[in-house]
């Protein structure tokens, strides 16, 4: 088989979107207790549904209940981790991909000292991860910032947030340390321009004196120096230790060969990887920077910022992969939706329910373009298709057209590990049915794992193992080499 003895089979899961316990144990609010489920509004209509104003979040602050609000419920893993830890064990998993909420560390995120219960609970966690030999991956921010820092700051427009995340970093690392050398700063770093307040607790009504644009670019750039500085800190504090930066591959296909078609792919895929570049390259892309003058944006530097983000790059590179897009000078093309972005319908390519573009290949595509591109080891942090199960009456799911997704892919893996890919993991999205983070339904579900959750919470929490757990356990068995 191509793939290494020790590749990291697994699964990746978000704290905003499994633990619940919004208000337990001195947990602060973040920026994904002001997510509402909005069964009115299209599912395809990302925007719509990631959209937030001030008036949202004071709405949010005053209601104190989870109905409406699945983000904060999850799938109560904070009650639940053990149970769940040896459900993924006996799949045979080698790592969980796993993220710490900030808000139960620092609940506003200015605290000086963190909260005790926060501690204890993510040492627990790790404490069972080991027992069963599963080795964590752990992203330090994953859509849950404190809601505090977006409130009093409008979030990582300040530069004032780059102290408030270092600390919170330092503080897990030196807690941590013993048992987690796989860290990754933050989830899908460019998607900071596609849900701002997801991301960087952006709010476009607070934006004054600045464009929403212009408050985009500058919180990535204070993100940019903040993962500097924790990769720093990571490696003076934990010997050994691994910092990834990552990426939401969005691999973009020009329509078809008409240059101005190809032009316009091109121009988004280096959009793309202008993320990864900086974090791996450890510099502003020429064309990156002229590209943002172009459009008057001016980004406020430190002096020092430029020999921290050349000094401190990132060991790995970590992304994740869903669907191609493609991208045409017609504008009169038919549109569909993928992963919080727009795209020209590809006819070559079948789509979810949410019209995403199933795309194998487009995986295979992107696992030799970026190892061609970055030369680092990669690891796929989420692959995975969102659906509608249903309990048939045999009590079981069958969802073969998730297994026929994830075989379909994981093919492409190994042709491209054959081709010299450098690839040491995959933990696909989500190993249990969890909270979405574009529409906040629990009805669009990844899991191998199924949850009794309805979109209103209703529902008793069993977990149930779909067709698909059996089949994912014989494939981390062989190492990938049985996938029928
Ligand atoms: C990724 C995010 O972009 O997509 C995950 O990192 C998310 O947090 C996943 O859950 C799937 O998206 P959705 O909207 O189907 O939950």
């Not at 209509?45 to 419920?73: C, F, G």
């Not at 080795?135 to 427009?157: C, D, F, Q, R």
């Not at 500058?218 to 720093?232: F, M």
Request: proline share 4%.
């Amino acid at each position: 088989m191509p793939l290494r003895k020790d590749f990291l089979w697994g699964g990746a899961i978000a704290a905003n979107q499994v633990e619940g316990a919004w208000n337990v144990d001195q947990k602060g609010m973040s920026v994904a207790d002001v997510a509402t489920f909005k069964p009115t509004i299209d599912v395809k209509d990302y925007k719509a549904h990631n959209t937030v104003t001030s008036d949202m979040i004071q709405q949010a602050r005053k209601d104190l209940e989870v109905e409406w609000y699945p983000k904060r419920r999850g799938i109560d893993f904070y009650h639940r981790y053990k149970e769940d830890i040896q459900l993924f064990a006996e799949m045979g998993f080698k790592a969980l991909r796993i993220s710490i909420a900030w808000t139960r560390l620092f609940p506003t995120g200015e605290e000086t000292e963190p909260n005790v219960a926060g501690i204890d609970f993510y040492k627990n966690v790790f404490k069972e991860l080991k027992k069963y030999g599963i080795e964590p991956i752990v992203t330090l921010s994953h859509y849950e910032m404190p809601l505090a820092l977006s409130e009093k700051y409008n979030g990582w427009v300040d530069r004032k947030l780059i102290d408030f995340f270092v600390h919170y970093a330092e503080v897990c690392f030196k807690a941590f340390g013993e048992y987690v050398t796989y860290w990754l700063t933050f989830n899908e770093i460019d998607s900071v321009g596609r849900h701002p307040f997801t991301t960087a607790g952006i709010v476009e009504d607070k934006c004054i004196g600045y464009s929403l644009e212009e408050a985009v670019y500058q919180a990535l750039h204070h993100q940019y120096v903040a993962a500097a500085i924790a990769t720093k800190l990571c490696h003076e504090l934990i010997s050994g230790s691994q910092m990834g930066c990552m990426l939401t591959k969005l691999t973009t296909y020009p329509n078809t060969c008409k240059p101005e078609d190809v032009l316009l792919s091109l121009e988004s895929n280096l959009n793309n990887y202008a993320h990864a570049d900086i974090q791996i390259f450890g510099e502003y892309p020429t064309l990156y920077k002229k590209h943002l003058e172009n459009k008057g944006i001016i980004i406020t530097k430190a002096a020092e910022d430029d020999k921290l983000l050349r000094e401190h790059t990132a060991d790995y590179l970590a992304f994740s992969y869903y669907m191609s897009r493609t991208e045409s000078s017609d504008p009169s093309l038919e549109q569909t939706s993928g992963n919080t972005i727009m795209g020209v319908k590809n006819p070559y390519l079948p789509s979810t329910e949410w019209g995403w573009q199933i795309d194998p290949v487009g995986l295979k595509i992107s696992l030799l373009e970026l190892q061609d591109r970055y030369n680092v080891p990669l690891i796929i942090v989420e692959n995975g298709m969102g659906a509608k199960d249903e309990v048939t009456s045999d009590g079981k799911i069958h969802d073969s057209y998730r297994i026929s997704y994830l075989r379909q892919h994981i093919k492409e893996i190994l042709e491209a590990v054959e081709a010299g890919v450098d690839l040491f993991g995959y933990t696909s999205w989500a190993p249990i049915d969890l909270i979405s983070v574009s529409t906040s339904q629990m009805s669009k579900r990844y899991g191998y794992i199924y949850v009794d959750q309805d979109d209103l919470g209703e529902g008793t929490l069993e977990r149930i193992k779909k067709d698909s757990f059996f089949w994912y356990k014989k494939v981390i068995e062989s190492n990938g080499s049985i996938l029928d």
